[in-house]
C-alpha cells in the first residue's frame, strides 16, 4: 500500500518521533511510506538516515485546502493539530485515520485560545474530527479525553520503544532518589513535586532532566538542596541515567502516554505516576508500579511509601519490565499496525 503520513512538526519530541517508528514499521511491512510537515525539524535527518521522503508544505497548518499530488491507500494523520491538515487535505481518498496522542490539556489549549503553536485561530475538534474515517489514541485516558470531541469509535494504538538489552544497577544508598525527565512545568506536576519535597520528612533528591518553563527557572535552580536541575540531555544519556534512579516519577496533571515510563519499564526502574497519566491503567499498585492521585498529599505518601520499601522496588522495577514486554515493543506495534490497516 501507499501510505502518507502527516505530521504538525519534525522535532525530536514524543509524537513526532512515535511516527518516525510508525513510518519504520510501515516500511518493514512492505508499505511505501511519504511524510508530510508543515515545518522542519532535526528529526528530518533521521527520516532522511532511513531514507523514508519528507515533503515539506508550510500551508498545511493554514486556513486554505491544499493540492497534494498523489493518491494513498491510507492517510494518517499523527496529534489533534494536524487534524488541520486533514481538513485541508480533505480531497485525499483512501482511508482517512487520526492518530491522537493529547489529553485534556492539549484540547483546552488549542480549542480556547488562538495563540497556541502560532495557528492565529481556536481550533474547533469537533468538526476537524469529521475529515477522517477512523480515530486511534495512545492510551484509555487520551480515549476518554476524546470521547468528548467525537462520535467516532475509538481504539487504542500505542507508540513502541527500540528495545535496549538491559540489566539494572539497583542502588544501595540510604536516601530516596527520584529521576523526573521531561519538561519542567506545571503540567508535568513539578509544583506536587516542589510541595512534597518541601514537606517530605525523610531523604530524598530529586533530579529533574529536561527542558524548564521560565517561570519555574528562579524557583528551582539552586533554591532546593533536595532538587537538583541538570537541565537537557542527550536520549542517550538519559537512557544511560536510569539506574541512577530508585523510581522515575510522572506525577502529571495531564500526561496521555509519557515516553520517560514506557522506557523506564523497559529498563527495569520503578515507575510512580499519577492517575491523570495514561500509564496510570498499566499498573498494579504496589506491584509493578506505583501510582498516586493527583494531589499532593498523595504524592507524598507514594514517595514515603517507596523510601520505607525500598526493598521492594527491585522486584517493582522486574515486573514493570512485563508491562513494557505487553504493550511498547516492536512486536506488538506491528500486530496493532497489521489490524488497523
Known sequence: MKIALFTHELGLSGAPRALFNMAKCLRSLGHEVVVYSPFRGELKDEFEEEDIPVIFKHDLLGEKEVTIEEDYDVVIYNTIVSLVSAKNTQSLKGKRIAWVHEGFF????????DTAYGLGRKLNFNELFNYVDEVYC????????TENYTDKKIKILPYYIEHIEHERNHR????????????????????????AVKNAKFDIKVI????????YAEKI?????????????????????????????????????PIVCAEAFMMGCPVLV????GTYSLIDNKKNGIVCEYNNNSLLKALEW?????KLLKDIGVRGKEIYKENFTYNVFEENIKQML
Open 106 to 113: 492539549a484540547y483546552e489549549l488549542f480549542s480556547k485560545t
Open 138 to 145: 495512545v492510551s484509555d485516558y487520551s480515549a476518554e479525553i
Open 172 to 195: 544501595e544508598h540510604y536516601d530516596l532518589t527520584v529521576g523526573m525527565i521531561g519538561t519542567v512545568e506545571k503540567r508535568k506536576g513539578i509544583d506536587l513535586v516542589m510541595d
Open 208 to 215: 529533574l532532566i529536561g527542558g524548564i518553563d521560565r517561570g
Open 221 to 257: 535552580v539552586n533554591k532546593n538542596s533536595k532538587i537538583s536541575y541538570i537541565g537537557r540531555m542527550s536520549h542517550d544519556v538519559i537512557m544511560k541515567s536510569y539506574d541512577r534512579f530508585d523510581l522515575v516519577m510522572c506525577p502529571s496533571m495531564d500526561d496521555p502516554m
Open 274 to 277: 499519577s492517575e491523570n497519566t
Open 306 to 310: 517507596c523510601y520505607r520499601n525500598k
